[in-house]
Structure formats: structure tokens, C-alpha cells
């Protein structure tokens, strides 16, 4: 039986580049764990830093993010509210542009209900895959990684002192694993994404939430895994006749803590689109082929 993961997925870092800031938001919970993590970056010496995933609508949050300003542009990794709630606040206080991936013509994906993204805050100037900007002193690189959800992005950032690092924003998450957010989320995606980041060994990432890792690329391994495991798991319910998801949910998470079996649903209907979408494909793996063609998106 595979274990539910609730410890980091790589060694801590001990330290964070000199050129980044932590600033968590008061909002802990079970999908939040310690609370989000807005990033500061700017290189020592520079005036203006940037702001990574301003968090949640709270009043002291920004009110902390202002002590760390001004700030030359506001980015976000995904469009969930616990990131981008504070972006219209954040952008007016500032007056800083907001930039990130966008899943649709709006600069927002669907919410993990499916609803139209108006209920998001974030609505950012489109960042294209491989884009790289060169702001607060820093040379940041855009890593489209889609799969937790459809505008996921992670953030490649070098200083001049020549260390790196890769925000992650909730696609590698500090400590245990993250939710493939159907049906906005992806399995396919989401696999294609972390193999993706399994090629930076050695960055450290600063996930969304939870603690800095010493290794990216470690982290993306592990993750790789342990999805796999679920997926086997979950296809062995299915073979004995189990494809209702909350069936599947009560049988392959039986040891997760019930509060999280909701979320728990979203991944295990990614996992079973998935499987359908593997059984019509001819070469019977989608793992090489990643993005979303011939998925079932009921």
C-alpha cells in the first residue's frame, strides 16, 4: 500500500539565495499547510523587487509585502485564491503589472469546480513558455509546468552571484504531495511537468507552500514515483470493477485523513481520465506524449 506523504520530498535547505524573501501568509489549513508563501526576489542593491504570489485577501499580508517593496512587477504561479486573492490590492498599492500563464483568453483557468475564472483574482499579462525577463537584478526564466492546474507556471530564477532557483508554486509543494485539480488539472500534464523539473538537480525550490528544498529536481523524482504508485494502485481498484471516485477515493486513501478526501477526489478523477485516455490511445502510454489530446474530460 502506498503511504500517504506528508514529510518533505527532498533535504530542507539550510539558506535562501541572498536575492530571495520569504513572507507567509496567515492562512494555514490542510491545503495551505503552514499558510502560502509569497517570494520577494531582488538582487542586494537594487530598488525595485518582484513579488511572487501575493496570497490571500488579508490585510496584513500586504501591509508586510509593503515593508519588502517597491516592487517592479507582481507574478503569479497559478491562478487559485489562496495565490492571487491579494493581486488586485497588491497591483493598485504598488502599482506594479501582473504577469503569469493564462488557460484562457481572460488570463485565468477555470476554477476546480469548472466555473469561469471571474471568481479569480488574478488576470495577468501572458507569459509565454521560455520567457525570460531580466528584473530586480535577476534573470527569471518562465517553465510552463501545467497539470495541478491548466495555468500552472514555475519560475527559473539566476543572480548574479550564480545560484539558482526554481519557484515552484504548488506543482512541488515544501512538505507531502499536491492535488491534480480536475477538471482543470491534468494527470498527463502534470507527469510531463515534473519530468520537466526533474532536469534541475541541485536548484533548490521554494514551492507555494511549506519549506525551501535543497533539490529540485530530487523532489520531482520522488514525486514521479509516488504518483506512479497511486496510479498503479488506483488502475488495480479499477481492474476489480471500482471506478466510481469516491469508491476509489475510500479504497486506494483509506489512510488519508477524511478532511482531504475531497481533494483527494480531484486527483483520483485526473488519475481515472487518465487510464480511460490511455486505453484509447494506441500506443497504450501517454506518458510520452504529454498535453491534453484524446482525454476524457467528463
Given at each position: 500500500m502506498t503511504a500517504h506523504v506528508t514529510t518533505p520530498a527532498a533535504a530542507l535547505a539550510s539558506d535562501l539565495p541572498g536575492w530571495a524573501t520569504l513572507v507567509r501568509a496567515p492562512n494555514p489549513g490542510p491545503m495551505t499547510?503552514?499558510?502560502?508563501?509569497?517570494?520577494?526576489?531582488?538582487?542586494p542593491g537594487e530598488r525595485y523587487g518582484v513579488l511572487v504570489d501575493p496570497g490571500p485577501a488579508d490585510a496584513g499580508h500586504l501591509d508586510q509585502l509593503a515593508a519588502h517593496g517597491p516592487y517592479s512587477m507582481i507574478l503569479v504561479t497559478h491562478g487559485h485564491p489562496d495565490h492571487v486573492d491579494a493581486v488586485p490590492a497588491?497591483?493598485?498599492?504598488?502599482q506594479a503589472p501582473v504577469r503569469g500563464l493564462a488557460a484562457d483568453e481572460r488570463g485565468g483557468a477555470a476554477d476546480r469546480d469548472g466555473e469561469a475564472c471571474d471568481q479569480r483574482a488574478a488576470e495577468p499579462d501572458r507569459?509565454?513558455?521560455?520567457?525570460?525577463l531580466d528584473v530586480a537584478g535577476l534573470t527569471v526564466t518562465v517553465l510552463a509546468t501545467p497539470g495541478?492546474?491548466?495555468d500552472s507556471a514555475c519560475f527559473l530564477v539566476a543572480g548574479p552571484d550564480g545560484r539558482q532557483a526554481v519557484l515552484t508554486g504548488d506543482t512541488i509543494l515544501g512538505r507531502g504531495t499536491t492535488v491534480?485539480?480536475?477538471?482543470?488539472?491534468?494527470?498527463g500534464d502534470y507527469l510531463a511537468s515534473l519530468r520537466r523539473l526533474a532536469a534541475y538537480d541541485e536548484v533548490t525550490a521554494l514551492p507555494g507552500h511549506g519549506p525551501a528544498l535543497t533539490d529540485c529536481a530530487a523532489a520531482a523524482r520522488f514525486y514521479l514515483a509516488h504518483r506512479q504508485a497511486r496510479l498503479d494502485q488506483v488502475r488495480q481498484v479499477v481492474a476489480r470493477g471500482v471506478t466510481d471516485p469516491?469508491?476509489?477515493?475510500a479504497e486506494v486513501y483509506?489512510?488519508?485523513d477524511r478532511a482531504l478526501w475531497p481533494a483527494a477526489e480531484w486527483s483520483v478523477r485526473a488519475q481515472l481520465a487518465y487510464l480511460r485516455a490511455s486505453a484509447d490511445d494506441p500506443a497504450g502510454d501517454r506518458?510520452?506524449?504529454p498535453g491534453r489530446t484524446g482525454l476524457d474530460r467528463q
Amino acid at each position: 500500500m502506498t503511504a500517504h506523504v506528508t514529510t518533505p520530498a527532498a533535504a530542507l535547505a539550510s539558506d535562501l539565495p541572498g536575492w530571495a524573501t520569504l513572507v507567509r501568509a496567515p492562512n494555514p489549513g490542510p491545503m495551505t499547510l503552514d499558510g502560502t508563501n509569497t517570494w520577494v526576489l531582488r538582487q542586494p542593491g537594487e530598488r525595485y523587487g518582484v513579488l511572487v504570489d501575493p496570497g490571500p485577501a488579508d490585510a496584513g499580508h500586504l501591509d508586510q509585502l509593503a515593508a519588502h517593496g517597491p516592487y517592479s512587477m507582481i507574478l503569479v504561479t497559478h491562478g487559485h485564491p489562496d495565490h492571487v486573492d491579494a493581486v488586485p490590492a497588491a497591483a493598485d498599492r504598488f502599482q506594479a503589472p501582473v504577469r503569469g500563464l493564462a488557460a484562457d483568453e481572460r488570463g485565468g483557468a477555470a476554477d476546480r469546480d469548472g466555473e469561469a475564472c471571474d471568481q479569480r483574482a488574478a488576470e495577468p499579462d501572458r507569459l509565454a513558455d521560455g520567457t525570460v525577463l531580466d528584473v530586480a537584478g535577476l534573470t527569471v526564466t518562465v517553465l510552463a509546468t501545467p497539470g495541478h492546474t491548466a495555468d500552472s507556471a514555475c519560475f527559473l530564477v539566476a543572480g548574479p552571484d550564480g545560484r539558482q532557483a526554481v519557484l515552484t508554486g504548488d506543482t512541488i509543494l515544501g512538505r507531502g504531495t499536491t492535488v491534480v485539480a480536475w477538471p482543470d488539472g491534468d494527470l498527463g500534464d502534470y507527469l510531463a511537468s515534473l519530468r520537466r523539473l526533474a532536469a534541475y538537480d541541485e536548484v533548490t525550490a521554494l514551492p507555494g507552500h511549506g519549506p525551501a528544498l535543497t533539490d529540485c529536481a530530487a523532489a520531482a523524482r520522488f514525486y514521479l514515483a509516488h504518483r506512479q504508485a497511486r496510479l498503479d494502485q488506483v488502475r488495480q481498484v479499477v481492474a476489480r470493477g471500482v471506478t466510481d471516485p469516491a469508491a476509489v477515493v475510500a479504497e486506494v486513501y483509506a489512510s488519508v485523513d477524511r478532511a482531504l478526501w475531497p481533494a483527494a477526489e480531484w486527483s483520483v478523477r485526473a488519475q481515472l481520465a487518465y487510464l480511460r485516455a490511455s486505453a484509447d490511445d494506441p500506443a497504450g502510454d501517454r506518458e510520452s506524449t504529454p498535453g491534453r489530446t484524446g482525454l476524457d474530460r467528463q
